[in-house]
Nanobody, 123 residues
Framework: QVQLVESGGGLVQAGGSLRLSCADSGRTFSYYAMGWFRQAPGKERRLVAAISPSSSMTYYTDSVKGRFTISRDNAKNTVSLQMNGLKPEDTAVYYC????????????????WGQGTQVTVSS
């Protein structure tokens, strides 16, 4: 069983940085690809970044390339999203998710979700 808990959201000024973390209390974390989605008010939830179980593959949506970095530590059952150069349009609820696989091109279909953490970027 995968149980995901996010932390690290908050309010930051444009140009600032935040680091989101997601911890899994289960025993199968290293078998799953992990990802971060975000959902702004009135918009669909969209994949932001994802990482394969061994960290050999990563995916980023175009709007965050060069600004966000996803990483994982399988020994600690955690996945992180380092967000630099934040923009007001990055404001959203960010969700951690686990999926069986990550396919090249960003095909990532979650089986498990965290509860979400709010990120607000002021201009």
């Amino acid at each position: 069983q995968v149980q995901l808990v996010e932390s690290g959201g908050g309010l930051v000024q444009a140009g600032g940085s935040l680091r989101l973390s997601c911890a899994d209390s289960g025993r199968t974390f290293s078998y799953y690809a992990m990802g971060w989605f975000r959902q702004a008010p009135g918009k669909e939830r969209r994949l932001v970044a994802a990482i394969s179980p061994s960290s050999s593959m990563t995916y980023y949506t175009d709007s965050v390339k060069g600004r966000f970095t996803i990483s994982r530590d399988n020994a600690k059952n955690t996945v992180s999203l380092q967000m630099n150069g934040l923009k007001p349009e990055d404001t959203a609820v960010y969700y951690c998710a686990a999926a069986r696989t990550l396919v090249v091109g960003g095909q990532f279909y979650p089986s498990y979700w965290g509860q979400g953490t709010q990120v607000t970027v002021s201009s």
